[in-house]
Nanobody
Framework: QVHLVESGGGLVQAGGSLRLSCAASGPTYRPYAMGWFRQAPGQERVFVGAINARGNTINYSDSVKGRFTISKDNAKNMVYLQMNSLKPEDTAVYYC???????????????????WGLGTQVTVSS
């Protein structure tokens, strides 16, 4: 079982930046894709972005495209979410997740992901 721990969340003013990190541990010897999702209070969890095992396929939601950047360090079993030009509507709990069955894709559906972290809170003040 893959264990995921997110970090880097916090309170930031609109227009600011944060970098989230996700550390994976467990049987990480097999390739896997990783995704970021977020859930705002009273709303469903939604896709933010994903990166495949090789790092050559990356998808973003339209709401964050051009502002957020996903990267990964396979040697460290880490994935990052650089968030720039943050807006109050970006406020949410951010989760990272692992897709083991489709490592060469970067799928948008949360149903495709097998393991999830507990999340990290991001709050953007106006």
């Amino acid at each position: 079982q893959v264990h995921l721990v997110e970090s880097g969340g916090g309170l930031v003013q609109a227009g600011g930046s944060l970098r989230l990190s996700c550390a994976a541990s467990g049987p990480t010897y097999r390739p896997y894709a990783m995704g970021w999702f977020r859930q705002a209070p009273g709303q469903e969890r939604v896709f933010v972005g994903a990166i495949n095992a090789r790092g050559n396929t990356i998808n973003y939601s339209d709401s964050v495209k051009g502002r957020f950047t996903i990267s990964k360090d396979n040697a460290k079993n880490m994935v990052y979410l650089q968030m720039n030009s943050l807006k109050p509507e970006d406020t949410a709990v951010y989760y990272c997740a692992v897709d083991i069955d489709r490592p060469w894709m970067a799928t948008l559906s949360g149903n495709d992901y097998d393991y999830w972290g507990l999340g990290t809170q991001v709050t953007v003040s106006s």
